[in-house]
Structures are given as structure tokens and as C-alpha cells.
């Protein structure tokens, strides 16, 4: 049974900041390489990727529009990906969702959601101007 929970979601001002994390757990993150992903869908729009990040960490990824204000990091040992999230707008609110998939290499598409095998419930991030 693969679990991915997620936490550290909750209400900021404009510029402000939050540490989204996401332990994972089950069979799969002892057995494979997995990379891991965080997604976002706010109320009335579809969900959109907004980083991701390799097995070993070497690889990162980050949409446009959070480039160089949000930092994806993870820790093996715990099996926890996190998401530091700094300079917050009000249209970074929606619920974040982490994902998991295994890590192919370059030609894993980070970016695609069809390329992640688990999902977990979310959590809400909510950005006040």
C-alpha cells in the first residue's frame, strides 16, 4: 500500500512563506528509484505541475511561474519530499498535491501528470493579498 501525506499547508500574506512536506511510505520507495513531483489545482482550473525532483536529487524542475521563488528538496532517509515556497502570491493559492513516479532518467516528463503512479489527498495553501 503506497501512502503519500502531505502537510504544511495553511493561510499567508502576500510575500510570505511555507514548507509544504510529503512523506511517503510503501513498498514501491524501498524497491524503486522514485522521482517525486508537486501539483497544484485551484478552484475552477485544471491541476498544473509546479516542480519535481529525481531519485538522486540531481535533477530539478520548476514551472515558469514559480521559478526562482520555490525550492523542491528531498530527503531519501525519510522518504520526504518538500517544497519551500517563498515571495507567495495570491495566485499560488489552490491545493498542492504531491506525486510519486518511478524515476526513468532524463526521460522521465516530470512535467506530466500521466507520468506519476500515486497521488496523495492534498493540502490547501491559501495566499491573502
Known amino acids: 500500500q503506497v501512502q503519500l501525506v502531505e502537510s504544511g499547508g495553511g493561510l499567508v500574506q502576500a510575500g510570505g512563506s511555507l514548507r509544504l512536506s510529503c512523506a511517503a511510505s510503501?513498498?514501491?520507495?524501498?524497491?524503486?528509484?522514485?522521482?517525486m513531483g508537486w501539483f497544484r489545482q485551484a478552484p475552477g482550473k485544471e491541476r498544473e505541475f509546479v516542480a519535481a525532483?529525481?531519485?538522486?536529487?540531481?535533477?530539478?524542475y520548476y514551472a515558469d511561474s514559480v521559478e526562482g521563488r520555490f525550492t523542491i528538496s528531498r530527503d531519501n532517509a525519510k522518504n520526504t519530499v518538500y517544497l519551500q515556497m517563498n515571495g507567495l502570491k495570491p495566485e499560488d493559492t489552490a491545493v498542492y498535491y504531491c506525486?510519486?513516479?518511478?524515476?526513468?532518467?532524463?526521460?522521465?516528463?516530470?512535467?506530466?501528470?500521466?507520468?506519476?503512479?500515486?497521488w496523495g489527498q492534498g493540502t490547501q495553501v491559501t495566499v491573502s493579498s
Open positions: 506525486a510519486a513516479g518511478r524515476d526513468s532518467g532524463p526521460s522521465f516528463l516530470a512535467r506530466r501528470s500521466y507520468a506519476y503512479d500515486y
Open positions: 510503501g513498498r514501491p520507495f524501498s524497491s524503486y528509484p522514485m522521482a
Open positions: 525532483i529525481s531519485w538522486s536529487g540531481s535533477r530539478t
